[in-house]
């Protein structure tokens, strides 16, 4: 059975960080591409990045500069570190690997 279990969301002051985690299981990691995408209220699901095991990850013009990808093969798992958060960042974000196949999704909000 394909799992991916997403965690690391909160609240969090505009400007700050968080490092999102994603933990998979139930097929071969590492020949996947995982990416990272975020469905804010009332919007449709935006994708933001992408790491591949054997190319540089890729951003959306959205979080280019303040967001950043990596994953550790060796822990099937797949991060993503959020700094400089703005309001405009709220919204559940989920990991999703090559099949689209996604978590449970976790909370973001940014607010003061």
């Known amino acids: 059975e394909v799992r991916l279990v997403e965690s690391g969301g909160g609240l969090v002051q505009p400007g700050g960080s968080l490092r999102l985690s994603c933990e998979a299981s139930?097929?071969?990691?590492?020949?996947?591409?995982m990416s990272w995408v975020r469905q804010a209220p009332g919007k449709e699901v935006e994708w933001l990045s992408s790491?591949?095991?054997?190319?540089?990850?890729i951003y959306a013009d959205s979080v280019k500069g303040r967001f950043t990808i990596s994953r550790d093969n060796a822990k099937n798992s797949a991060y993503l570190q959020m700094d400089s958060l703005q309001p405009e960042d709220t919204g559940i974000y989920y990991c999703?690997?090559?099949?689209?196949?996604r978590g449970q999704g976790t909370q973001v909000t940014v607010s003061s």
């Open positions: 790491i591949d095991y054997n190319r540089p990850p």
């Open positions: 999703q690997n090559s099949a689209g196949t």
């Open positions: 139930g097929f071969t990691f590492k020949w996947s591409t």
